[in-house]
């Protein structure tokens, strides 16, 4: 048998391209045991040292902030006069500062380029494109006169200390939990007779099988010893408490019981949706037949949004931020909110188990940023998310589920989506009983991933299922999520199943440029310069993004490896003997048509890191990078 033949599993890549191993002769070979093992990704980690290693992200990978060897005050860093002159702790000896500091990485510094200074100052690692012979800070005057705002729904410092000292207000939710809370009331009342049926109906079931079983071994009985022995204490039944009931309104009416009806999904005019005339700020989206950018933990940063919306996709989302952490006021859970000027129609997904929270979380959104819907995560797989009644485990308690959606519909002015799973096990998908209750909700759309929470990413997504669930769903817009990696896979699963649309995720990572062959209907043989091309856009987006100091550029070398752990799955259009290539199938070695290439399909992280030192300069000495997505590399 021909070592090169293609294996079950295995991209199909021409003969000519194949290679033996991907590593040289001597140099530490690579598990294959983990490389392309999406099972691994729905387990927990082991207690095998190399399996605690991921996911970790230790070393100076951005999370770990990075000290100069000279602490400059940040004052002096900008040019400016410390305020607390001799009291600062920090150095103000300005020379002192510049000899210790690395050297520029290159002669153009994108914030100076964009807003005519930079914010980083002296601490900018590309210092020399805004400093002159006389070693002073430089600015564009009329550019910064300008004023230009790219990045917008940047949270107030007011506002944060307001919600950390919990002095926010929230009207609207306080008024909407006090129905909640007599609804609960209602429902427990309702609940009280059934409650005593059923314990009296246990009562007599007791009793009966009690004296069955008496009756049996007074039949059994041998000696009057034995008959004394075995003889059943009789049976005492307590007394059945019922709960005490607070008196409630006959009918308890919604908090827009006064407003007209409106159906969410009608066509808008525009495609961002109009303002609604009937019912003010309530804006409307018509999400059928656009592309939709998944949200994307750690990798679906704004930097990588843009770049998808570049290639032409229509819908971008944030990442997954906890509702909790919203309310706490917390910096790195409100940058997830952030909003390039680009993304013209932009949501953000929360995630939290309590109907409280994220009513309140919404409230907060809604008032303090600008968004054009907001998703609710119901399909979280992980652990820490699970356990505590969020994510895959909010559709299993759906009585919380509908009071958590009308929360969050009373106290937005824009349109309420959902996304979640099939269920908890792949054997027992329980999606198609959430139909009834979202048609009930009238939410804006629903986005089911054809995986059950067990499955995280194993195996295909079910869209036989997706197709059933189309069905059911009536006037519901229903977007499809799973396993698109062409425009023919589109094409495919949307035909098939019906869906109004199709969400994609890991696709979009592997090859972002997927929304330009779907709307041009074509395979993009993109060529190795172009890919470059397009890191290299990535990179001055994290420095726009995250800074360009050490710390900014740090930043901007983890996010662009994490990113790297999923592109290096692409296998060019020209190489592969069928096509397209299927999101499942991994690539056995191979070369690639130059150089450039070859590095790019690399599965070893130290070539990640090899790549994001050709555009953001050398690598920290400690800078160890393993992926935090757990199927997307090999081991060493």
């Known amino acids: 048998m021909d070592p090169f033949d293609s294996k079950a599993g295995q991209a199909p890549i021409k003969k000519e391209y194949r290679k033996e191993r991907w590593v040289e002769e001597g140099d530490e070979e690579i598990s294959h045991g983990v490389f392309g093992d999406d099972q691994n990704e729905g387990r927990k980690f082991s207690s095998d040292p190399k399996q605690k290693r991921r996911g970790q992200n230790k070393g100076q990978r951005g999370k770990k902030r990075i000290l100069d060897a000279v602490k400059i005050c940040k004052h002096?860093?900008?040019?400016?006069?410390?305020?607390?002159?001799?009291?600062?702790?920090?150095v103000h000896d300005l020379q002192l500062y510049l000899a210790s500091k690395p050297a520029d990485l290159g002669t153009s510094c994108v914030h100076f380029d964009l807003f005519g200074k930079c914010i980083r100052g002296?601490?900018?690692?590309?210092?020399?494109?805004?400093?002159?012979?006389?070693?002073?800070?430089?600015?564009?005057?009329?550019?910064?006169?300008?004023?230009?705002?790219?990045?917008?729904?940047?949270?107030?410092?007011e506002v944060q200390i307001q919600l950390d000292r919990q002095r926010y207000q929230f009207p609207k939710s306080d008024a909407y939990m006090k129905i909640v809370a007599e609804e609960i009331i209602a429902e427990r009342g309702v609940a009280a007779p059934a409650l005593k049926r059923k314990n009296e109906e246990d009562e007599e079931k007791t009793a009966e099988e009690n004296h069955c079983s008496k009756k049996e071994k007074l039949d059994h009985a041998q000696t009057a010893n034995e008959l004394e022995a075995q003889t059943l204490p009789p049976v005492v039944t307590a007394p059945v408490v019922e709960p005490v009931v607070e008196p409630v309104a006959a009918e308890i009416k919604p908090i827009d019981h006064d407003l007209p009806k409106i159906d969410m999904n009608v066509e808008a005019t525009k495609p961002l949706g109009p303002i609604d005339t009937e019912r003010p700020l309530k804006k409307l989206i018509d999400f059928r037949n656009k592309t939709y950018l998944a949200p994307l933990t750690t990798v679906g940063n704004l930097p990588f949004r843009r770049i998808c919306k570049?290639?032409?996709?229509?819908?971008?989302?944030?990442?997954?931020?906890?509702?909790?952490?919203?309310?706490?006021?917390?910096?790195?859970?409100?940058?997830?909110?952030?909003?390039?000027?680009?993304?013209?129609?932009?949501?953000?997904?929360?995630?939290?188990?309590?109907?409280?929270q994220v009513t309140k979380a919404c409230e907060l959104i809604n008032y303090e940023i600008d968004v054009d819907f907001v998703d609710l995560n119901m399909g979280c797989p992980i652990d820490l998310v699970f356990n505590s009644g969020a994510g895959s485990a909010l559709p299993e308690s759906r009585g919380r589920m509908v009071k958590m959606i009308r929360g969050m519909q009373t106290v937005l002015d824009v349109p309420v989506t959902v996304k979640f799973r099939t269920g908890i096990k792949e054997s027992e998908p329980t999606a198609q009983k959430l139909i009834p209750r979202l048609q009930e909700l009238n939410v804006s759309l629903a986005t089911i991933h054809g995986r059950s929470r067990m499955q995280r990413y194993t195996k295909s997504a079910n869209w036989d299922y997706i197709a059933q669930l189309?069905?059911?769903?009536?006037?519901?817009?229903?977007?499809?999520?799973?396993?698109?990696?062409?425009?023919?896979?589109?094409?495919?699963?949307?035909?098939?199943?019906?869906?109004?649309?199709?969400?994609?995720?890991?696709?979009?990572?592997?090859?972002?440029?997927?929304?330009?062959?779907?709307?041009?209907?074509?395979?993009?043989?993109?060529?190795?310069?172009?890919?470059?091309?397009?890191?290299?856009?990535?990179?001055?987006?994290?420095?726009?993004?995250?800074?360009?100091?050490?710390?900014?550029?740090?930043?901007?070398?983890?996010?662009?490896?994490?990113?790297?752990?999923?592109?290096?799955?692409?296998?060019p259009v020209g190489l592969l003997e069928v096509v397209p290539?299927?999101?499942?199938?991994?690539?056995?070695?191979?070369?690639?048509?130059?150089?450039?290439?070859?590095?790019?399909?690399?599965?070893?992280?130290?070539?990640?890191?090899?790549?994001?030192?050709?555009?953001?300069?050398?690598?920290?000495?400690?800078?160890?990078f393993v992926p935090k997505h757990k199927a997307n590399s090999f081991e060493g």
């Open 76 to 90: 002096t860093a900008l040019g400016n006069e410390c305020p607390l002159g001799e009291k600062c702790r920090f």
């Open 122 to 157: 002296y601490k900018c690692r590309y210092l020399g494109a805004h400093l002159d012979e006389n070693n002073k800070l430089v600015e564009n005057k009329e550019l910064v006169k300008k004023n230009p705002v790219y990045t917008r729904n940047v949270i107030q410092t």
């Open 310 to 356: 570049e290639y032409g996709v229509d819908i971008t989302c944030g990442e997954m931020a906890m509702a909790k952490n919203l309310l706490q006021g917390q910096q790195s859970e409100w940058a997830l909110t952030k909003r390039h000027i680009s993304e013209d129609i932009f949501g953000v997904q929360v995630c939290g188990s309590k109907v409280e």
């Open 470 to 571: 189309k069905k059911e769903a009536g006037n519901i817009p229903l977007f499809g999520n799973g396993d698109v990696l062409s425009f023919e896979d589109y094409n495919n699963c949307k035909t098939s199943s019906g869906v109004d649309g199709i969400m994609i995720g890991r696709g979009a990572l592997i090859k972002p440029w997927l929304f330009d062959e779907i709307k041009e209907q074509r395979h993009w043989d993109i060529s190795s310069r172009e890919r470059f091309d397009m890191l290299k856009r990535f990179c001055n987006y994290g420095l726009e993004h995250w800074g360009t100091d050490s710390q900014g550029v740090n930043i901007t070398r983890r996010f662009l490896c994490e990113w790297q752990s999923f592109l290096y799955r692409y296998v």
């Open 581 to 624: 290539q299927k999101l499942n199938e991994r690539a056995p070695p191979y070369f690639g048509r130059d150089d450039l290439e070859t590095l790019m399909a690399s599965p070893r992280a130290e070539d990640w890191v090899k790549i994001s030192e050709m555009l953001l300069g050398p690598a920290p000495g400690d800078f160890s």
